[in-house]
């Protein structure tokens, strides 16, 4: 079985290859668990962490917006896709042009080559709570109604997926996340990283701002959980889906100040001291923007769950990332 993922250098990108080589847990053509045995790392830029040590590991460089590139990649052994190469929501709104290349145009190269195979491989989507539009509770049926360029471009990228599969050229999937807490490494371009860098940072033993009101909610998922998700939706049987291939994914939905007080809670006060408040009107604009509260009815039937609690959150981001050991 061959698999490729796009943004496959990236943290959910590297973490998902992991786990699929780990066991052989993908339902491959023949509706049973296949073990991949070539996987495709595919991303703009060459690694940052050290590559899966795997022979089934190629590591291709390329630019998702070349559809000669693109092609190249996904071919008649393609058997599955993972599509996460994108510019995220802060970049994407500083950089109009730049958010509808990568996030719209590349989409559409990954579904072009998937429908030229001819065989229908599965392509899973990845797509963000950003397609809503300000609603604070949202569920399966909520209209798509985005307030910035990303979740514009994630919701015209659902309904692509959508139209592919209804002509058969592919079988496609969408799985539609919440804000990912927390994250390992350096702060990216998201809107949404300080919800990663408020709890990440002072548990290594730096200061950080938080750049929104502290009754800011945000929906967030874990990346353990995130990555399972990813390996659920693959599995999910497309009859079940039917003609609606976008699932919701659910999330705890805490303000920012209760995320806060896990960290206290947790690291204690010389901890969460390392947090300051400086308010940057464009994050709270773009943040005020997305869904605080999820009820995905879909998710929850596919077996898709979220994470208990924020303690479980900072906890395993601890024991994984940190070799159990925070800064006090």
């Known amino acids: 079985m061959k698999v490729v993922i796009t943004g496959g250098t990236g943290m959910l990108g590297r973490r998902l290859a992991l786990r699929i080589l780990a066991a052989p847990e993908l339902i491959g053509p023949d509706g049973t668990l296949q073990n991949v045995d070539r996987l495709v790392l595919f991303d703009a830029f060459p690694p940052v962490e050290p590559p899966p040590d795997d022979p089934r590991v190629e590591i291709v460089t390329g630019d998702i917006c070349d559809r000669g590139v693109v092609a190249g990649l996904i071919d008649t052994q393609t058997d599955a896709v993972f599509h996460f190469a994108a510019v995220v929501s802060g970049g994407a709104e500083a950089d109009f042009d730049l958010g509808y290349a990568v996030n719209l145009d590349g989409g559409r190269n990954v579904l072009e080559a998937?429908?030229?195979?001819?065989?229908?491989?599965?392509?899973?989507?990845?797509?963000?709570l950003a397609v809503y539009g300000g609603e604070?509770?949202?569920?399966?049926?909520?209209?798509?109604?985005?307030?910035?360029?990303?979740?514009?471009?994630?919701?015209?990228?659902?309904?692509?997926?959508?139209?592919?599969?209804?002509?058969?050229?592919?079988?496609?999937?969408?799985?539609?996340?919440?804000?990912?807490?927390?994250?390992?490494?350096?702060?990216?371009?998201?809107?949404?990283?300080?919800?990663?860098s408020i709890l990440r940072e002072p548990l290594q033993g730096d200061e950080v701002v938080n750049p929104v009101e502290p009754e800011s909610r945000m929906l967030i998922l874990s990346p353990k959980r995130a990555v399972q998700a990813f390996i659920d939706i693959h599995n999910a049987d497309g009859a079940i889906l039917g003609m609606n291939r976008s699932v919701m994914m659910n999330g705890l939905s805490p303000k920012v100040s209760?995320?806060?007080?896990?960290?206290?809670?947790?690291?204690?006060?010389?901890?969460?001291?390392?947090?300051r408040f400086e308010p940057d009107a464009l994050i709270q604009e773009i943040v005020d923007g997305w869904a605080w509260f999820s009820d995905g009815a879909r998710a929850s039937a596919l077996g898709m769950q979220p994470d208990a609690s924020l303690e479980e959150i900072i906890e395993t981001f601890v024991t994984e990332e940190l070799d159990g050991k925070f800064v006090a």
């Open 258 to 275: 209760e995320m806060l007080d896990a960290l206290r809670s947790y690291g204690g006060d010389s901890v969460a001291d390392r947090v």
């Open 136 to 196: 604070r509770s949202v569920d399966d049926s909520t209209a798509l109604t985005p307030q910035t360029s990303y979740g514009t471009q994630k919701a015209i990228g659902e309904l692509m997926v959508n139209d592919f599969t209804r002509k058969g050229f592919v079988d496609g999937r969408t799985l539609r996340l919440p804000t990912i807490v927390i994250r390992p490494g350096k702060p990216n371009a998201a809107a949404s990283g300080f919800a990663s």
């Open 114 to 128: 998937a429908r030229q195979t001819g065989r229908c491989p599965k392509i899973i989507f990845t797509s963000s």
